[in-house]
């Protein structure tokens, strides 16, 4: 889905902008676009009918993050927790809260049900509530970058499990489980079931291998096929969690419980489309025109 806004954000910071600029602008391509039923506007309603978003954002310089949860009618949510980040106190806030801080800072405000999403909420509440489950009506929008100067930030945001009960947070906006950045050891952030992601506080700990040397890529493969392999042992299945790693020299790697799991990744050239599998296979490259025709 951010495609498109990583392109954007690449021609940003190819330019010199900061790795938050570069954040920012990839994922509000998103939050503004109703064609993506998980994010911003248009995305899928809770039970109850309403359209509430969490975001995080992250520098990696400072250590400071800025979330909002719970939040509705927050036009972009993703520059408002850019906003609350580098606050000593008071830098995640909540429903009414959050509400109140976006108008209090000039944010613009706006209804973020469509009528695709409000038929699809009527559909669901005639056929009954079924077992809620990841990527059916639900992914995160999770950015991360680097800029010329090694500066480094990371952001998430999201509309959350389609038909959730109200009040319910995922990962997205929880710091070390939807998201992480350290300039020292590199970035991560996940996407997926965030009750699953919360449990083995993804994020944080692939940037913990990172620290220890890992790469990018083999940080984010040990701690996924580690957290799936503990729900086994648990009796449980494996999980259905992705995540995206950026190391500070530009490395960046991926890994997914899925059977598939597109991102897109940008260098000092360009931008193109990559995917990893749950096999042992390395990352594989697609080329960017692979993109047309796809929704």
Not at 2 to 26: Q, S, T, Y
Not at 259 to 267: R, W
Request: proline content about 4%.
């Amino acid at each position: 889905m951010c495609f498109a806004g990583v392109r954007d954000a690449h021609a940003l910071l190819m330019n010199g902008a900061p790795a938050g600029d570069g954040v920012v602008r990839a994922i509000t391509a998103v939050e503004d676009d109703p064609a993506y039923c998980s994010v911003g506007y248009g995305g899928l309603p809770d039970r109850e009918g309403r359209v509430m978003t969490d975001a995080a954002f992250m520098d990696g310089a400072g250590l400071r993050m800025g979330a909002v949860m719970s939040a509705e009618g927050i036009k972009n949510p993703i520059l408002a927790a850019r906003l609350l980040c580098g606050r000593e106190t008071n830098c995640l806030l909540a429903g009414h809260g959050a509400e109140r801080f976006a108008l209090e800072n000039g944010l613009e405000m706006r209804s973020m049900l469509t009528d695709p999403s409000r038929a699809r909420w009527l559909d669901a509440l005639a056929e009954g509530r079924k077992k809620l489950t990841a990527y059916t009506g639900h992914d995160t929008v999770c950015v991360l970058a680097l800029d010329r100067e090694g500066r480094m930030a990371a952001g998430t945001s999201t509309s959350g499990l389609f038909m959730k009960d109200p009040g319910r947070v995922g990962d997205s906006p929880v710091i070390g489980s939807g998201f992480y950045c350290d300039d020292r050891y590199g970035a991560a952030a996940a996407t997926g079931l965030g009750e699953d992601i919360m449990r083995g506080c993804l994020s944080y700990e692939i940037v913990s291998l990172m620290k220890r040397g890992a790469s990018p890529r083999d940080a984010c493969r040990e701690a996924v096929e580690g957290l799936s392999r503990r729900k086994k042992e648990l009796g449980e299945d494996g999980g259905s969690f992705s995540v995206i790693a950026l190391a500070p020299d530009g490395r960046f790697g991926a890994a997914t419980t899925l059977d598939l799991f597109p991102f897109a990744a940008g260098n000092d050239v360009s931008v193109a489309l990559y995917c990893v599998d749950f096999s042992p296979a390395p990352v594989r490259e697609a080329r960017p025109t692979d993109l047309e025709g796809v929704d």
